[in-house]
């Protein structure tokens, strides 16, 4: 992982932390390219989560955006999910 990155983990765990009393409900989004296994992968990330997940494809269908609200134990684990989902090839995590 490069420095920016690390950077950027770093200061969202902070702001979480500073926001957030643990558990508490999250609310990751994010956009990926409209292939069913790229689609997959996000959404197999949280199954055993008890997550409600919502996808909805753009009106030209390239894209496909995944809203996922689920109770998350800490900054730390919503932090790995990022890094997790992270590997998709394409993905934009808003």
């Known amino acids: 992982m490069d420095k920016k990155t690390t950077e950027f983990y770093v200061r969202l765990e902070e702001e979480l932390n500073n926001a957030n009393v643990w558990p508490a409900k999250y609310l990751f989004k994010f956009i990926v390219p409209t292939e069913k296994e ?19 494809q753009s009106k030209g269908g390239k894209f ?31």
């Open 38 to 56: 790229k689609i997959k992968t996000v959404e197999s990330a949280f199954d055993s989560l008890g997550a409600v997940i919502d996808t909805r």
């Open 64 to 94: 496909t955006s995944i809203s996922v609200d689920v109770q998350m134990p800490s900054a730390e684990s919503i932090i790995k999910k990022y890094q997790e989902v992270s590997t998709v090839e394409g993905i934009i995590s808003l």
